[in-house]
Structures are given as structure tokens and as C-alpha cells.
């Protein structure tokens, strides 16, 4: 007989008990599960602290995009007033930084999903041989890994490029020039 779940081992030992007093075996059941119970516990804070790292991760993504963004944006301060003043709109200024910054973010994050998901096999098998399971571990779905990474990209982009279209509305096109004089 095969425990499929530990959770439910008070049931298996309920049914092992049927059937051995239904034959009349003289058995032994002993509960232990502090094995399951100290892996369970290792692997469930491991996922707890990955799923920390991901989250300082992405946060100081934004923070280090949006000072980049308003970098470039200073140093287009001109190229901004010039754009202003020959009648471009300011959401097409808007569209065109967070475009020039979320085409490169774009090609880099597919580059990185791609090594992640050649590398992630190579640890998965590590982590299974350590830990002795005998189970094979189920790889991630790559078209998924892509479609979140490209997901989480393009709102990272656009919320790191939050703060500086919004100072982008308040330019004025006398102001810009009359600060390169």
C-alpha cells in the first residue's frame, strides 16, 4: 500500500486497522511523520524567503528604473522643451520614454527567463538528489515563465515610469528653454 498523502494518514491507518482485523494479522502501526513534517516545514519557509527575494526584488527594480528614467529625462530636458514647443502633445512624450525603456527591459527579461529556464532543471535535479526524493519534480511550464516575466515587465516599466511622465506635465516649453540660456 501506497500513503499518497501524508496529511491523511490517520485514514490509512484506519483502513491498514480494517484490514487487519478483518484477517486477523496481529500488525504494529506507528504514526511518524516528523520526517515529512521537518521537510514540509524547511520547504515551506525556503518558499516563504524566495517568495521575499522576489518581492525586495521587483520593488527595487521599480525604485532603480524610475531614478534611471528620470535620468534620461534630464538629460532630454532639452529635446523635451524642443518637442513642446514645435506642438508635440505631452502623453506622446509620455509613450515615447516609456517605450525607449520598455524595449530593452523587454529583450532583457525574455534573455533572463531563457537562462532561467535552462538553469532551473539543472537545480531542480540538485535539490532532488540532496534531499534523497524519489519522485521526479514536474518543470515549469516555459510558456507560462515567459508570459510572466513579460507580464510583470511591462507593469514594472509603467509604474517605474509613473513619476517622471507626470513631471513631464508640468514643462512648460518657455520654462525648459529659458533654463539652457
Do not use: H
Not at 483502513?15 to 516528523?34: E, G, P
Not at 534630464?74 to 502633445?89: A, C, H, K, Q
Amino acid at each position: 500500500y501506497e500513503l499518497n498523502d501524508p496529511v491523511e494518514s490517520d485514514e490509512f491507518q484506519s483502513k491498514a486497522k480494517a484490514i487487519a482485523d478483518k484477517y486477523s494479522l496481529n500488525l504494529k502501526f506507528i504514526n511518524n511523520n516528523l520526517d515529512f513534517l521537518l521537510a514540509s516545514t524547511a520547504l515551506n519557509s525556503l518558499i516563504k524567503t524566495c517568495d521575499a527575494i522576489f518581492i525586495t526584488v521587483i520593488a527595487l527594480s521599480a525604485i532603480i528604473l524610475s531614478l534611471f528614467v528620470i535620468y534620461l529625462m534630464n538629460d532630454r530636458l532639452f529635446e523635451i522643451g524642443v518637442l513642446l514647443s514645435l506642438g508635440e502633445s505631452r502623453w506622446k512624450i509620455s509613450l515615447q520614454m516609456i517605450l525607449e525603456i520598455l524595449m530593452p527591459a523587454m529583450l532583457a527579461i525574455n534573455i533572463g527567463a531563457l537562462v532561467s529556464s535552462i538553469i532551473i532543471p539543472a537545480v531542480g535535479k540538485a535539490v532532488a538528489a540532496g534531499m534523497q526524493i524519489d519522485q521526479p519534480l514536474i518543470p515549469a511550464n516555459i510558456g507560462a515563465l515567459f508570459l510572466l516575466a513579460n507580464v510583470c515587465g511591462i507593469l514594472l516599466v509603467i509604474v517605474a515610469s509613473i513619476i517622471p511622465t507626470v513631471a513631464i506635465r508640468k514643462y512648460t516649453p518657455k520654462k525648459i528653454m529659458q533654463t539652457f540660456k
